[in-house]
């Protein structure tokens, strides 16, 4: 697999990702890393770079901000690292293309340079869900299209359901709208000409409510970008609230000499409650964390967080290996061409 | 304090609420209870109720299902339970009322019966999220609404503003918009357009991210009624993933019989970790889980949850208590008044 990987637009230094990328390449030999953003720092900051077999700098003079308009910005840089990227993948110099930057700016090259899936008019983002009792729901769309509407409702449901069949090899998993309440005739109008949409699909179950996403009743949850967007961070901050209190409450050790306490000291010194913990943040933390495939679009871009640290680099480059070796792309596009056929 | 609660619309057998308010009523003898649904049928499964001395029942011969649509159900019900409820609120015949039913008939009777404050067209619903490092974050709406545009987003702002000054006596709570991004110009054109709304309150600091909701870094957090509706449920199945996650890790005690597991299974059968989970799960519940109250409304209505329980209502009841004896409906005329004549 050949990844171009965009290390200059995140909101952390390019060091982080660097240094990720060349962690991954020696544990990798089958990988070549094409590192897109400015040659000359990368090389100052890591004299060695050039002694790995497997890793490549291909110079980009700029970048775009966090904060820019994606498309005036597009405009203007002509030869941003994302633009790069986008072409290497168009023209098969890589096969994946993962950036940190800016959602909007990476949607737009993506679907400027590459173009979508016959039948799909805007790409979307996905993310699973690790379910209560397991499994994993994907929900989308997370935050590629922040407009709601019934047309980009339906399609982020078919291509959730393709990219589901991708990934976990179900035939027909089942397909449900966000939304206020599960009976008919709720939410918003456009919600509700969703509903009507969806309804010729035969995996489609209705409306679900965000507490679907995790209780295992459906497999892929259709919402709007913002939403879906909204869930994913908070998501995060809720596991943060459970590891401090976890962590609070299970080292409370001073607070007295009981036997309770001691117990509780005991079990802290034996390292127990760390081995817990690290278990329990790994059944709980969405799958791929770090990246997101843009679905839709004609090639396999990931897009990262904007704090994407060396961690989610080296997770993101194991999801693109992942999609990689299935047939990402091929199986999507199919899919998608069989679901509209019928 | 009187309250009148809608024993008929929940999700649930009414005699789950029923009970619910005899055990509330026994214990709060300065409180008045007015049971509205069918006296017939409750008389029947409590043949003691009159018995209570603090505890009257209203007759109401119907009310509105889940399902229904709600501005034709109110046309049809006359004496639904909700319609008795908000219309014994405006007599002052009660001091709040509480409804477990159809969130968008609970709303369109409150509206109809009692109007709304000066200055706000339409209603909004809030919750608090506790915070990572203490405290308490508001968030708002989570229901009430489910269209988006920027008045409506502007009014939650300064409901949210009042609300939050009238639970936590902070004399500047800070205002921020939730958005799928920190930087100005993202989200959608509705957003966009809130943001510039927002733009001439003094404590309004800008865009936040799901994540904001409980990092502590903003007090009240505006969005559309969706997008709150869908955090709230996600994060009640978020605290269900964690509660049967460390369930499962904590009890692991059978998988070996080496010095941890021993430990483990010490630690368990001294009821060490059921206290902690009990601590753990109070911690990370969100306040006065079960009902909400409808602000912007000229009157203390309560909305529930459909499923609401016995412990719900229970919880519900101190909410009530709460607002009553802080004067809430008082103070929050007054703080949007001063707020909109600034």
Redesign the interface.
Known sequence: MRIGIDVDSGERPFQELVSGALESSYQNQNISYFLIGKSDRIRDSFNDIESYSNVFLVDAKEFIQ??E?PILALKKKRDATVLIGCRMLRNNTIDVFFSPGN??ATVAASVLTLGTINGIKKPSMAAFF????GGETLILDI?AN???NEETLFHNAILGHAYYRVVWDKTEPTIGL?N??A???????N?KKAFNYLSGISSFIGNV???????GSVDVVV?D???G??????????K???S???K???SDKDKGKN??NL??Y??DA?G?YK??KR??TE??TPKYFGAAPLLGVNGCVLVGHGMCSKRDLINSISLAYKLYKDKYMRKISLNVKNFLKK
Request: glycine residues 12%; negative net charge; contains cysteine.
């Open positions: 966090m904060d308009s959602t909007g690790p379910r209560i009792g935050g922040p407009e709601t966000l206020m309440g009976e008919i005739g709720k939410g918003s109008t919600i409510e965000g507490y679907n996403v995790l209780n919402c970008g913002f939403t967007n909204s869930i994913l961070k908070f998501a995060e901050a809720m943060e609230l459970f401090s209190t976890l609070d409450v299970f036997k309770q117990l509780s005991t079990f034996l127990i081995e817990k278990v329990i059944r709980i």
